[in-house]
């Protein structure tokens, strides 16, 4: 199969084309980066060299396409988050109208649909009701946890504070997924023959947040790490003395929020919480050790 896989090579994309192409299909990636055309064409892929914002240039890339992987960049801008996320699903969208590719795969994620109290998850929301205005092609809207690789932000609250933490309690439970997990899991969907729109939940394990103080503690040698639960605006002035922009502390301290009253996690629950990643917190806490 010809396959357009979008996210250049980054913790998803890089293992999806990976295996897909020792699968045997003809992959093009898709990168803003010119700089990433020879680490492309090293691993046996067709770099497509654009911005996600040009839709005659996804338009002329996804021609031909079998399947099309798309997910968006994490944050294009410091500001507008939810709206610029918005607006490049809006762009997969017409690319995909424009040349009718049969079968997508979006990288979604839990929480994504609600509309409220998700923070930047609010985007995906936005994007997988606009994918299901697209006629013929069928999507997958690959809803995944909360990514352990989001826990190396927390190494410099570790190692200035000794404490690691959120605006939630140690007692919530927490769907989280390894990106090697969510490649995997996309690799399924693009070749199926099905065509049909489905959700499918993709998480590596279930933990509270107690857990993952104690485990990635552990594997530091911090067995007694504690997990703190901040305030609201105690977690919004931390993460803004730290650097980040006010739109995306804003939206991380409502996910937080969201996480703490369940609104994130309602639907993957009523889906009876499917696990199916293999990568379990102790086997990812290898790779958080050596990151420290």
């Known amino acids: 199969m010809k396959i357009v896989i ?31 055309k020879q680490d492309i064409e090293s691993m046996g892929a067709t770099p497509a060299i654009g911005s996600v914002t040009d839709v005659q240039f996804l338009t002329q890339t996804f021609e031909g396409a079998d399947a099309v992987f798309v997910m968006t960049p994490p944050a294009i801008s410091p500001d507008r988050i939810v709206e610029n996320t918005t607006d490049v699903g809006k762009n997969y969208a017409e690319a995909l109208k424009n040349t009718q590719v049969k079968r997508a795969v979006m990288l979604s994620s839990v929480g994504a649909e609600s509309p409220v109290e998700n923070g930047p998850i609010a985007g995906l929301h936005n994007i997988e009701k ?56 996309a690799a399924e969907e693009l070749v199926k023959a099905e065509h049909i729109n489905n959700i499918r939940y993709i998480v590596s394990d279930i933990r509270k947040a107690s857990d993952f103080a104690k485990v990635l503690g552990t594997s530091i040698g911090k067995p007694d790490l504690p997990w703190v639960a901040f ?36 639907d993957f629950i009523d889906h009876g919480s499917p696990v199916t990643g293999s990568v379990k917190l102790e086997e990812f806490a290898e790779e958080f050790s050596s990151r420290f």
């Open 130 to 185: 606009l994918y299901n205005e697209v006629k013929n092609t069928s999507f997958t809207f690959l809803r995944a946890g909360y990514f352990y690789n989001n826990f190396f932000n927390d190494i410099p609250l570790i190692q200035n504070a000794g404490i690691i933490g959120g605006n939630y309690p140690e007692s919530v439970e927490i769907p989280v997924v390894h990106p090697n997990d969510i490649a995997k899991a």
């Open 231 to 266: 305030s609201d605006e105690d977690s919004l002035n931390g993460m803004l003395q730290a650097g980040l922009p006010e739109d995306m502390a804003k939206l991380y301290v409502e996910m937080g929020r969201g996480i703490r009253t369940g609104v994130v996690q309602k």
């Open 6 to 36: 979008t996210g250049s090579l980054g913790n998803v994309a890089k293992p999806l084309a990976q295996q897909l192409i020792a699968d045997g299909h003809t992959i093009t990636v898709i990168s803003s980066s010119n700089a990433r």
